[in-house]
């Protein structure tokens, strides 16, 4: 069966930086667009970023443009998240996802960035 898995969130100052990790697996990593989304309490989840199948076309919410950074590695069947130059708005539990007939999505990791 599909599984994400993520990692790699925790809590940093303003201007800090992680990188999030989400091991799929249960399907061919290679054949989808793959994305991360995030919510924060009391707001609708958002999409953050999203990579095609082939790495030929990624989207960046504006809000996260010249800061993040979505790659994959369809080797290891992992999709990654480098997030740099971290505001407090970004605090948020960071979901990766998959769409196969459905959407498909981890358990989430939680982003905290505060002084």
């Known amino acids: 069966q599909v599984q994400l898995v993520e990692s790699g969130g925790g809590s940093v100052r303003p201007g800090g930086s992680l990188r999030l990790s989400c091991a799929a697996s249960g399907f061919t990593t290679s054949a989808y667009n793959m994305g991360w989304y995030r919510q924060a309490p009391g707001r609708e989840r958002e999409m953050v970023a999203s990579?095609?199948?082939?790495?030929?076309?990624?989207e960046y919410a504006d809000s996260v443009k010249g800061r993040f950074t979505i790659s994959r590695d369809n080797g290891k069947k992992t999709l990654y998240l480098e997030m740099t130059s971290l505001k407090p708005e970004d605090t948020a539990m960071y979901y990766c996802?998959?769409?196969?007939?459905?959407?498909?999505w981890g358990q989430g990791t939680q982003v905290t960035v505060s002084s």
């Open positions: 990579i095609s199948a082939g790495v030929d076309y990624i």
């Open positions: 996802q998959v769409r196969i007939g459905k959407n498909f």
